[in-house]
């Protein structure tokens, strides 16, 4: 056993030396492979100036000998410019399968010119070697999946930051009047957003009234309605009357039919009818100029 | 903390403006304090003639169930004395965390600041919800 770790750290430093070597003539190959062609389309240097800095990272990780590391320090310094790679492959339309491919297509050149190494292909060490370059070639397709997936990650994380604040913008309807026009399902977390957004509004607007409205609301389950009956009891603890608006035939029809007791929540059809109903306690009377022909309400 | 009257504990003061009681609550409130005032409140609306409280909590960070139930008990003392109770200015956070634990305070009037409580308390009663 002590005798193959001696072997593979042996050839793991040969391959180490030989992608060294060899690395201007790598470059130039991999810089034709449709990885590095179709990212780095402005200059083919470019590209080649790309190919370059893998090949160094992968002989400094082939020389610590952790060929299959993916968190070998080596890698490190590609990773970014992997990751952007992968993402603008991903951008057209490929796959992670696809890139997989492509990242492996990257070891037939570099085979072949190792093999070329060998005056006798059959010798022990040359079949080591190639062995510990077609294991860190697998590594480096890892790293490659790897890095693809947390961008994804990133990706989707930024996302459901982004919709959480889009979302739910608090309205100042008139003075004293704050609004919220929920759109989309409602789940824990998007609630408590609502919620803190809501009472937030109340105090800095310093509003008697607040009214959530509902219409963009696709289903209003059990669930829901305790988040909006929690919204309306923390509004009137803070001294707000909370009101619900934009009830729709049908969600009024399955509130009904779940049995839940909306009683301790002041609902009205619309927004209009609410923000009537808030301005009608506040003692404000909007009415047709007179001017205008229809004269008062 | 060296014994006082009320066993080392600073009592909260009851200020009287006209006929309402003003009680400003800050910071944490121990539960002997809270239990002083609850005594407190009661006993100056028995002895003037008080027709409404109003309890500032604006500077109140953490309400418990113990501190919501004794505004809750402060509310019912003063409703049989005939007077009302307003808690006014809670913060959002506390609102919500109430919410959570389902202490939703029935009974009890609220308003966004002392100043709107004085009006609540000012007007006639109709307009104030009925708590049950």
Partial sequence: MEQDAAADSAAARLVGSFLERR??????????????????????????????????????????????????????AVRDQLGRMVASRARSGFTSAQIADEVAGLRGSVTELMRGEFPDPAAPDAKDCVLSLALLMGTLRLVVMETALS???????????????????????????????????????RSQVVMESLLNAVVSEQARYAILDITGVPT??????????????????MGAECIVSGIRPAIAQTIVHLGIDLGTVLTHAGLADALAYALERQGIEVSPRATAGAGRL | MNGGPFGG??????????????????????????????EDITHRIAQGNASGVVIDISGVEIIDSFLGRILAEIASTARLLAARTVVAGMRPAVAITLAELGLTLPGLHTALNTERAMDLLASPRSPVQKGT
């Fill in chain 1, 151 to 189: 961008a994804g990650e990133e990706l989707i994380a930024r996302q459901r930051q982004q919709l959480l604040e889009v979302a739910t913008p608090v309205i100042k309807l008139w003075e004293g009047v704050v609004a919220v026009p929920l759109i989309g399902t409602l789940d824990s977390a």
């Fill in chain 2, 9 to 38: 504990l600073t009592p909260v003061p009851v200020l009287a403006l006209g006929d309402i009681l003003l009680v400003t609550l800050q910071g944490e409130l121990h539960d002997g304090t809270a239990e002083q005032l609850q």
């Fill in chain 1, 23 to 76: 690395r201007e003539q790598i470059a130039q190959r991999w810089a034709d492979e449709p990885l590095f062609r179709t990212v780095f389309t402005v200059s083919r240097d470019e590209a080649v100036e790309a190919s370059k800095a893998v090949v160094d990272a992968l002989s400094a990780v082939a020389v610590t000998g952790r060929l299959e590391d993916i968190e070998a320090p080596g890698f490190r």
């Fill in chain 1, 220 to 237: 209003v389950d059990t669930l829901v309605a305790q988040h909006l009956m929690k919204t309306v009891a923390a509004a009137r603890l």
